[in-house]
């Protein structure tokens, strides 16, 4: 029980996927119809959405496309200039137009967000099942309790995050009470299930109960496979590898020059069949794809380099991370959310769109504008100001500013950024960026999983991994209790991967199922999976899944090939590069140029960002 939980435990406690999810499924490519795209987007604030719309993903698409290049004629000045410009309003953007507020408290902020709603992908989906409010996460989850005067722990406190660990669901009904999680991640407790289907010669299925601690008795797979798997159980809960202390130790940089799935054979005597039936793509501290393209030290970078308070556990606002952007959000433009300036108020109080914003404020966020073209007016060197085309409303509009922050993530920013120097357009050529569907599932009740004996499984083939029921933080308007008769929003992170393909190929073929695939599509098979999967303790997918919303992510996760974190022949890594040298007045931020893909990292290049602009901003 006191044994230190890391990052990298909840993310892999998901031990088992399957390698060939999708795999030779791939749909012929073609532009699906907005309904098709984006389906039902639920309730309330983030009602318009779910995942990268289709508004969204057709804009960004001309960018890739060089609908933009040259400028067409005719953009609109709006006559506005800013002291600074954010491009991207996910936490690390809105991270660092507040710390530019705190840093020049007369200084004028603008950013510009593609999407309807602040948060990128720490935003929620919330949906309305027999009466009660249900809400779930859309991307980013969790948020890991800060270590005692860290720099994090003051930041959270600023914004008045500050109870460690967070109030939870109380257990309710006559039920006996089964143990639930605090995270969407299965952490494979007595109560959590593997499924078998016909994969595995089973038919209709099998389940196994508590399978770590029976051993996997009854799984019908191979004895190397179960004595690979348990021995891998067994030696990761010991811990005898040695792990990397100190980012850039000589363990670090070993990891980062062989890949994950080497590293998983070499040290817990792994088959290579059994890495790829079994673990990909869940392993790798959730990067998005096969073992077999990532840098070993994806697993460990998190911890290594964000270490935190183990002791308290990870913890989740009920809408995940959309809870961190909310908070940041209300220090920014207070009016923005205007309840009071609680915990509570502020996971509860609708957003007042007209807020974002007006022109009497110094902070504004500019939504549903995607941003085209960031160029310095002149050299780079000597202009004093960066011009910054956007699309909004199909329409184009410009903007100068004296500094400019790209938050928005390189699949972007190497587009849009003009006259980058051949440094950084060869380190953002290194980054690569996998596609993630998250299904958010309401059920009316989970009580055919309280039937399994399980509040949390897993299985090996169809559409996604795994999923889990948690009890939820009960800030927020939530049930302050739960039982197995209470609706729930089950989430299935849907993965694309496709071991032994090189790592650019995964992730565009990836992308391409997720971009052709329409909703009704995924309806069908989320309908199918939840049959095969529960029908056997009287699952009927009619009459208990209250609704579905997809959040198709097309770029979700920084998924880093082996040298990312320190470079291959002695060059920097990419994201060094990128952090280390500004642009003119162009300095770059976003989770992704640390190859972590966690807030936290948002949030602190957003920082680093904002500091090296200060000689460039004169407020
Ligand atoms: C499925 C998933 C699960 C995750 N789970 C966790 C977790 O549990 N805990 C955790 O800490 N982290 C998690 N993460 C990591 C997540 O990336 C970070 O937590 C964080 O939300 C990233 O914030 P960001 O601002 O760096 O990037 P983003 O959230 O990607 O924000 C960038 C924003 O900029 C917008 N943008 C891009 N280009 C433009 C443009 N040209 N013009 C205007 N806007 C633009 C994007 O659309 C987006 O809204 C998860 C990520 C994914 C994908």
């Known amino acids: 029980m006191h044994e230190r939980i890391s990052r990298r ?19 012929p490519l073609e532009l699906i119809a907005q309904n098709d795209w984006d389906g039902y987007g639920g309730i309330g604030d983030y009602s318009g959405s ?63 967000e593609n999407h309807a709603i602040f948060g990128g992908e720490a935003r929620r989906n919330e949906f309305l099942v027999d009466g009660q409010r249900l809400i779930a996460h859309q991307g980013s989850a969790m948020i890991f309790p800060p270590l005692a005067g860290s720099f994090l722990e003051d930041f959270y406190n600023s914004i008045g995050i500050d109870t460690w660990p967070f109030p939870y669901q109380a257990w309710s009904g006559n039920d006996p009470e089964i143990p639930l999680g605090r995270t969407p991640y299965p952490d494979g407790a007595k109560t959590s299930g593997f499924f078998f289907g016909p994969k595995f010669g089973q038919a209709p299925g ?54 994950l799935e080497q590293d998983l054979m070499e040290t817990y005597g792994l088959s290579r069949e059994t890495v790829r039936t079994f673990l990909s793509p869940v392993s790798g501290g959730g990067s998005g794809i096969g073992a077999d393209a990532l840098s070993a030290y994806a697993e460990y970078a998190a911890d290594v380099l964000l270490p935190w308070d183990y002791a308290k556990g990870a913890q989740m606002f009920p809408g995940g991370n959309a809870g961190v952007a909310r908070h940041i959000v209300r220090e920014l433009i207070p009016d923005a959310l205007p309840g009071p300036r609680t915990i509570e108020g502020i996971c509860k109080s609708a957003v007042n769109f007209s807020a974002l914003d007006r022109d009497s404020q110094p902070s504004r966020i500019r939504t549903r504008a995607t941003a085209i073209s960031v160029r310095h007016e002149g050299a780079p060197e000597k202009s004093e100001f960066v011009r910054i085309v956007y699309a909004r409303g199909g329409k184009l509009e410009s903007v100068r500013a004296r500094s400019v922050i790209m938050a928005g993530g390189s699949w972007t920013t190497k587009h849009i950024v003009k006259g980058l120097p051949i440094a950084h357009r060869d380190a953002y050529a290194q980054f690569y960026r996998a596609p993630c569907m998250m299904a958010n599932v309401a059920v009316r009740n989970w009580r055919f999983l309280y039937k399994l004996g399980i509040s949390e499984c897993q299985w090996f083939e169809g559409l996604g991994n795994y999923t889990a029921v948690r009890k939820m933080a009960t800030f927020g308007p939530l049930a302050p209790t739960v039982s197995p008769d209470s609706p729930v929003v089950l989430t299935l992170k849907i993965l694309f991967s496709s071991p032994g393909l090189p ?59 082996p040298g990312f974190f320190f470079g291959t022949d002695g060059e920097p890594a990419p994201g060094e590069i990128l952090r280390n040298n500004p642009h003119g007045r162009i300095a770059f931020a976003n989770s992704d140029l640390t190859g972590i893909m966690d807030h936290r990292a948002s949030i602190l290049e957003a920082h680093r960002a904002v500091g090296q602009l200060s000689s460039r901003v004169e407020v």
């Not at 400028?71 to 309003?89: F, H, K, N, R």
């Open 206 to 259: 099998k389940w196994v109960t508590d399978p770590w601690g029976t051993k996997l008795a009854g799984a019908p797979i191979s004895e190397s496979a179960r004595r690979e798997l348990l021995g891998m159980r067994e030696a990761g809960a010991a811990r005898p590898r040695k792990l990397p202390e100190r980012h850039g130790d000589a363990i670090s940089r070993h990891l980062d020059s062989i890949t």
């Open 503 to 561: 790592i650019g190929e995964q992730v565009t073929r990836g992308r391409a199922e997720l971009i052709s695939t329409p909703f009704r599509e995924y309806e069908r098979r989320i309908r199918e999976q939840f049959t095969m999967l529960f029908s056997s303790v009287g699952f009927d997918s009619r009459r208990d899944i209250a609704g579905i919303i997809l959040n198709r992510w097309g770029h979700a996760y920084l998924s880093a090939q």
């Open 9 to 27: 435990d909840y993310l892999n406690s998901t031990l088992l996927a399957s390698g060939s999810l999708l795999l030779g499924s791939v749909c």
């Open 50 to 112: 779910n995942g990268n719309t289709f508004e969204v993903m057709t804009e960004a698409h001309k960018i890739r496309d060089r609908v933009f290049e040259p400028l067409p004629t005719g953009v609109a000045d709006s006559g506005e200039t800013y002291d600074c410009i954010v491009v991207g309003g996910g936490i690390s953007g809105l991270a660092a137009a507040l710390f530019f507020k705190r840093k020049y408290p007369k200084g004028t902020c603008l950013v510009l």
